[in-house]
Each structure stands twice: as C-alpha cells, then as structure tokens.
C-alpha cells in the first residue's frame, strides 16, 4: 500500500540526504515534492495545503544548520505532520457503556460493510470473550439477512432471527432489545447501502441512529475509491456523525491518499483496516506505522518486533560472543540464513528495512536475489564437512566442484558463498572494533547474500 507515495517521499530524501547541509531553498525544493507526490496518492487538496503549510512552519523554525543529518530532519518533522494527520495513536472501539453496546456500520453499497460487521464481531467474541448479537437492517438487497445469517453461523456469532417485512427501524429496535433482554455485550447493526449517497439512506440511517443510540458509528470505506471515499465520509460525518472509519481493500494496491484525506476531512480516527476476503484478515490501524512507511524511512517498529520474535535468545548469545571474538564462519551463515527463512524471507525483510522503495525492490527482484537463494546456499553448507564449515579457508578448487556437484549447484554459487562469509567474518573484525554502536547495522548487514548491503 502507499507504494507510489513511498517511492516519492524517498527519491526526495534520498536528494537530501546526499546533501551535507540543508539550506531553506532545500525545504521549499523538497516540500514541492512532498506536495505533488500527496497530490498524486489521491490526497484531497485542501488537506495538502494544510499539510504543506504545517511542515513549512516548522521547518523554517528550526536551526537546520546545527542539525547534523538535515535530510533525517526534514524527514522526521514531514513524518511528525504525518502521523498527525493520520491520528496520533491508534484509537481502539469504545465499548464502555450500560451493555449492549451497540455498533452501527454504514457506508455505500459493496464497501465491505458485511463483511467487516463478521470480521469485527469475530474478533470482538473471539479475542475479546464478548457476547455478540448480529443484527442486518439490509431490507432492500434480497438476502442480504440471509449473507449475514451465513457469514453468523461461520464465526460462532448471533444473529437476529429475521421477520420477514420488518422495516430497519423495527428490526434495530428489536436487536437492542434482545440484546439487553439476554445480556449480549455488543449488538452489532449492519445497515443497508446505496450504490451512491441519496437523502433516502441519510434519513433512513439517522432514524435507526435515533432508536439504537450506538455507541460507535462506523463508516466502511473502500480504500480503493480514493476521492470518491473521501466525499462519502464528508457526507455521512456531517447528516449523521461518525466516531470512526474502517478503511477496506487496503490489502489492495489503494494509493491511501483515502485514508489521509478521510482522517483530516473527518477528524474521525480511522479504527481498523480490512486486509483480505477472509474473516480474521482485519487489523488496528496504527497512524504512526503508516506514516514511517510513507516515508520510506521502514517499519523500524515491525522490523525489530519481528526480528525479536524469530531469533532464539541462544542463537543471539552465540552470534554476540562470535562477535566478540570477531569470527563469523559458514556454521553462523547457515543459522543466519535459517533465521531469513524464518523472519518471512529477503522480500519481507527488505520490504521493512528503511529506504527500500519499490523502484529498489524491483532491482533486487530483476538481479534475481530472491528467496530461492537462500534455500541454494543452505543446500551448499550442507554438503560441507564440519571441519570445512568451521575452516572454510581449507576448501581449494577441486573440493568446491565436489561440493558444488553434491548440492545441484554451481562452482560460482559455491565461490560466491565463501566470498560472502569471507566478507562477513571481515566485516565481524570490523564490528569487534567499532564496538557495541555498530553491532546492531553491522549484524544486520551480514544477513544479506552476496554482494547486498544496508541501503546507503
Ligand atoms: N480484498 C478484500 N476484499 C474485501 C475486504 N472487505 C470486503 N471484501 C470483499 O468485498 C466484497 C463486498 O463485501 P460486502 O461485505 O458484501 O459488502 P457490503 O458493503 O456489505 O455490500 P452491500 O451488502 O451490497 O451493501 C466481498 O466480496 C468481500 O469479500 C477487504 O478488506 N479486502
């Protein structure tokens, strides 16, 4: 998601970071930028403006020249704004009310309102132990009852039995009702849709507004409509008040733009994200995690998660007592390599780490460094002696045909991997020297193949 938005945003500091100092004709050069590549991920104008406008403030405030990476400044206050907009932090469902809370999904015909009305409830019964009822007000769609009815009876969740001829304003009132007579927690009301807004629905939601009192009213908003999204929520948000959006499709190649202009239009936090057809594909929508990724500054947050999550404490202590010792041979290699395969594979991490845009990726990708690589080179170690693991130094020219026969590869895949231990072990010397500071880049550096670095 965000791909052309992050391919921008890095070409720019990309410029600057090359740069030693950053004068104020800089900010003006890559704030120009900033707002063309806002304008071109579908952002609404006035919100660039706004935008551009605050970045510009506080940049010129700031003493640049004291700064000694002006680049990652700039990058960091355009970040700070972005953040802003999207919300601080993520804001989670309010359920705190005399039970049953209710929840009101509206939006346009085909967002993803049913869908997301399933996924929600499953994971508010599932994770959260809650006692849900389901409840379509969808009397025009035929079996639109009957598609909630189904996706209810997947998920373990209530719905409301269904009576036929029953207006939404009755059926929502029966579903509170229900829900407060056999202690459901939640009642969740998925209302109908339109294929645009008409004064019709507006008058239709805002009745059921008025006889369920929701706790939450969440707008589904497909973020594959771009502007188109943007209006809508505009719209809802003023005839009917809106406490939060859920973003759909964003599993999808949306620009997000949507999401942006939707937040600072609205001033409505968007709740959580739907990122696939499948009922669990739903996350919380964490405004700072995006604007990083925007940035092209990387996941630094998932990244380090996901790093702690896969590397075994042991694993850990014996890389930093070889780090110690400045040694690195094919038996560390290996293990790194398992730890890639682990962590996802190189797409997945290279996908996190900062500066990577999709332009890079695509190099990577055309060079043919994937995956598969690393499965090759396992393959490789493994058809060595542990005598030859330990002392790769010992392993002469006849020996790596052996070994290149014995793993269904090459002599070149075989010189190219002891070439990348030998600069590992090189660049462990280094470590050792730079001392702790370095650890970090220095250790991730060597889970690259060959001829792969951090992104300069
Ligand atoms: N890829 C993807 N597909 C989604 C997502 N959410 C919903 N869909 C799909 O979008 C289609 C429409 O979803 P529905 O939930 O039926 O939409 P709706 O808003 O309830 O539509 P109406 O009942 O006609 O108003 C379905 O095929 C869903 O599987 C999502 O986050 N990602």
């Not at 293990?335 to 996190?352: A, E, F, I, R, V």
């Amino acid at each position: 998601m965000f791909d052309s938005l992050q391919d921008r945003l890095g070409s720019v500091f990309d410029k600057l970071k090359r740069r030693g100092a950053l004068s104020e004709a800089d900010v003006t050069a890559a704030l120009r930028e900033v707002r063309v590549a806002l304008l071109e991920a579908d952002v609404a104008l006035p919100v660039v403006k706004d935008f551009i406008e605050k970045v510009k403030v506080e940049a010129v405030g700031q003493d640049v020249l004291k700064s000694v990476t002006p680049g990652q400044m700039v990058v960091k206050i355009v970040n700070d704004q972005l953040s802003e907009m999207l919300g601080a932090d993520h804001v989670a469902l309010n359920l705190q009310v005399t039970p049953p809370a209710v929840i009101m999904m509206v939006g346009l015909q085909g967002s993803g309102k049913t869908t997301s009305t399933a996924k929600i409830s499953k994971r508010l019964s599932e994770k959260e132990r809650k006692k849900v009822l389901m409840a379509s007000l969808d009397v025009r769609r035929p079996a639109a009852q009957e598609q909630l009815a189904v996706l209810g009876a997947q998920i373990g969740v209530r719905t409301l039995n269904i009576v036929p001829g029953e207006q939404p304003v009755a059926i929502a009132k029966r579903a509170v009702q229900t829900g407060a007579l056999e202690g459901f927690d939640v009642v969740m009301l998925d209302t109908a849709g339109r294929l645009a807004i008409d004064e019709e629905l507006m008058a239709e939601v805002a009745s059921v507004r008025d006889a369920a009192k929701p706790a939450e009213t969440l707008l589904v908003a497909d973020a594959m409509t771009g502007q188109d999204a943007v209006n809508v929520a505009d719209t809802f948000n003023q005839k009917i008040g809106l406490s939060g959006i859920v973003m759909t499709r964003m599993d999808g190649d949306a620009r997000g733009g949507a999401a942006l202009s939707m937040r600072a239009v609205t001033g409505c936090p968007i709740k959580l994200i739907g990122v696939g057809e499948k009922l669990d594909e739903l996350e919380d929508f964490h405004p700072s995690r995006v604007a990083s990724r925007i940035l092209g500054m990387g996941d630094v947050v998932s990244l380090v998660e996901k790093a702690a999550e896969s590397f075994e404490e042991e694993e850990a202590a014996k890389l930093a007592e070889k780090m110690k010792k400045g040694k690195f041979d094919l038996n560390d290699l290996a293990s790194q390599l398992k730890q890639m395969q682990k962590m996802g594979g190189m797409s997945s991490l290279l996908n996190m780490l900062p500066g990577m845009n999709s332009a890079q990726m695509k190099k990577l990708k055309d060079a043919k460094i994937d995956d598969k690589i690393i499965n090759r080179q396992l393959a490789i170690i493994s058809s060595m002696t542990p005598h030859e693991r330990e002392k790769p130094e010992v392993i002469k020219a006849k020996r790596r045909t052996r070994i290149a026969n014995g793993s269904g590869t090459s002599v070149q895949d075989v010189n190219k991997l002891l070439k990348q231990q030998q600069e590992a072990a090189r660049m462990m010397k280094k470590v050792q020297k730079m001392g702790k500071k370095g650890m970090m880049r220095g250790g991730l550096q060597n889970l690259m193949p060959p001829g792969m670095g951090f992104p300069k």
